[in-house]
């Protein structure tokens, strides 16, 4: 069973800003833009960022990956100087939906996927979703305290992944 809800975990209200542990200012945001900025932030991405096949490799691919995401989820965008330093998304499927968060590497390790997810949460929340689940690899330990920190709960256990769900 998941963990009630905290308000704590989700929120704050869209837009919001915040200064992260590099002492950068980022503001973060809904997004229904045009794909183009997110794309260019894709593809800054290193091969040590990429997870359970994303984000993709190639243009071609991260430009059909990201409008398959602006047209389906719920996008939420962290901006330092008005250029995308992390996404996180809110893909529904069936009675629940699927999170993705992506940070660059340049600004990993700062604070930022923490209030980004806090942040999807709660617009997610607000747009009706009231379940939500992911998957993780198992020895993405970053990754796995961040979901922790933010009410996820191991679901399941599988091939070097966990499933992690939380309710909104």
């Known amino acids: 069973m998941t963990r009630p809800v905290d308000s704590q975990q989700c929120g704050p209200r869209l837009p919001s800003s915040f200064t992260d542990q590099a002492d950068r200012s980022i503001r973060i945001d809904s997004y229904d833009g045009e794909p183009e900025p997110l794309i260019e932030m894709y593809e800054e991405f290193d091969t040590g960022s990429f997870s359970q096949g994303v984000p993709p490799r190639t243009r071609s691919q991260i430009e059909e990956w990201v409008t398959h995401l602006l047209a389906e989820g719920h996008n939420v965008v962290a901006y330092h100087d008005e ?46 979703v009231d379940h939500v689940w992911l998957t993780v690899a198992r020895d993405n330990r970053i990754a796995l305290r961040l979901y922790q920190s933010a009410g996820f709960d191991i679901r399941e256990e599988k091939r070097g992944e966990l499933e992690m769900q939380r309710d909104l």
Not at 91 to 119: C, M
Request: proline residues 7%.
């Open 83 to 128: 250029k995308p330093v992390g996404h996180t998304v809110m893909l529904p499927h069936d009675e629940t939906s699927e999170l993705a968060i992506f940070v660059h590497p340049a600004y990993q390790s700062a604070g930022i996927g923490t209030k980004l997810i806090r942040a999807v949460l709660g617009y997610s929340r607000a747009k009706g």
